[in-house]
C-alpha cells in the first residue's frame, strides 16, 4: 500500500515528495476506496508533506496552507519558522491573533534582509551559492535602478515642459504640444523592476509587500501601538541603514547602487507608513527619532507627510465652509 512504498521513498525525499503531491493535491479518485479513506491519508502525511515543500518548494507552502484550512496549526507553524518561510509563518501566526509575535518575526526578518542586500553588493562573494551569478543580479540591478532614476528626471522635465506648454496660448496642434513636452513614454517595453531576478533584493521588498497586506486584512483587529511598531520599525531600520552609507563616504558602482536600493526601500516603506498610520504620529516620530539626523534622505518623505497634512487641513477648512452655508 502507500505507506510501504512512503517507507521506502524515505531516503528519498525529492521523490516521496513528488509522490505525496500526487496523492495529496492532484487526488486521483481511483486511488482512494472512498472520501473516508483519502481523508485518513491526508490527515496522516499532510504534515510531512509541509516539511517536504518547506525544505525543497518554499514559495509552494503559503499556497498549499491556503487551500487546505483544515490543518494542524501547530506543527505546521513550528515547521514554517523552523525552516524560515516567512509568509506561511506570518499568515499561520496571523490565525493564532499572535500580532506581537507577528511583528517580531516580520523585522526580524526585514533586518536580515536588509543586511543580506548589503553583504550582496559589497561582498557578492560571502554566502553565496553562485558568487558570479549573484554579481551579474547586482550589476543588473544597479543598472535599472540608474536607468529608472535618469527617466525621473526626464519625466520631470517632460512634464515641465507639458505645464509650460499648456499655460501658453492654444496654438498649433495637440501632437505639437506632445512634442514640445518631450514625449518621452516611448514604444519600447516597460524595463522589470529593479529587484526583478535579485534574491536578496526581492526578499526585502516581498516583507515590505507581506506587511502592508496584512496591515490591511487586519487593520479592524491590530491596535494603533502594534501598527506603528511594524511600520516605525521598518522605516527606521531602512532610514538607519541609509545613514549607514552616508557615514561610508564611499563613492563605488556597489556602494552607489546599494544606496539606490535602500533609498528605493525607504520609499515603499514610507508609503506604508502614509497609508496605515496617523500622519501627525509620524512626524511627530520622526522629529523624535531623527532630529539629529543629517541624512538628506528625509526631505522626500517630510514634504509627502507636510503635503498631506496640508491636504488635510484643507479638506477640513473645505467641509467647514459647506456645513457654514448649509446653516445660513
Request: proline share 4%; net charge neutral; glycine share 8%.
Amino acid at each position: 500500500g502507500h505507506a510501504a512504498v512512503l517507507r521506502r521513498l524515505a531516503g528519498c525525499p525529492r521523490i516521496e515528495q513528488q509522490y505525496l503531491e500526487t496523492l495529496l493535491v492532484r487526488r486521483k479518485r481511483a486511488q482512494w476506496r472512498d472520501a473516508q479513506d483519502h481523508q485518513a491519508f491526508f490527515d496522516t502525511h499532510v504534515v510531512r508533506y509541509i516539511e517536504l515543500l518547506c525544505l525543497h518548494s518554499p514559495t509552494s507552502v503559503l499556497p498549499f496552507i491556503l487551500e487546505n484550512e483544515a490543518l494542524p496549526l501547530r506543527e505546521c507553524l513550528e515547521l514554517c519558522r523552523r525552516h524560515d518561510v516567512t509568509d506561511a509563518s506570518i499568515y499561520l501566526l496571523e490565525r493564532t491573533g499572535d500580532f506581537p509575535l507577528v511583528l517580531e518575526l516580520l523585522l526580524n526578518d526585514y533586518g536580515d534582509a536588509l543586511r543580506r542586500l548589503s553583504t550582496a553588493f559589497l561582498e557578492p562573494e560571502v554566502g553565496a551559492v553562485d558568487p558570479g551569478e549573484r554579481r551579474k543580479a547586482v550589476a543588473r540591478a544597479s543598472k535599472r535602478l540608474t536607468m529608472a532614476r535618469s527617466a525621473g528626471g526626464s519625466a520631470a522635465r517632460s512634464e515641465a515642459a507639458a505645464r509650460r506648454v499648456d499655460v501658453a496660448p492654444a496654438t498649433g496642434s495637440r501632437a505639437a504640444r506632445g512634442r514640445a513636452a518631450g514625449g518621452a513614454a516611448g514604444s519600447e517595453a516597460p524595463e522589470p523592476p529593479w529587484y526583478d531576478g535579485f534574491k536578496d533584493a526581492e526578499r526585502c521588498v516581498d516583507l515590505l509587500a507581506q506587511s502592508h497586506e496584512m496591515s490591511s486584512r487586519n487593520s479592524n483587529i491590530m491596535t494603533d501601538t502594534q501598527l506603528e511598531d511594524l511600520w516605525f520599525g521598518l522605516l527606521g531600520r531602512t532610514m538607519r541603514r541609509q545613514e549607514e552609507l552616508v557615514t561610508l563616504r564611499q563613492s563605488t558602482k556597489r556602494h552607489t547602487g546599494l544606496a539606490m536600493a535602500v533609498e528605493e526601500l525607504s520609499k515603499q516603506a514610507m508609503a506604508g507608513v502614509l497609508s496605515h498610520l496617523s500622519l501627525p504620529r509620524c512626524l511627530k516620530w520622526i522629529c523624535v527619532e531623527f532630529n539629529a539626523s543629517a541624512l538628506g534622505a528625509w526631505k522626500g518623505p517630510l514634504q509627502t507627510l507636510l503635503s498631506g497634512l496640508g491636504f488635510q487641513s484643507g479638506l477640513l477648512c473645505a467641509a467647514k465652509a459647506v456645513a457654514a452655508q448649509d446653516v445660513m
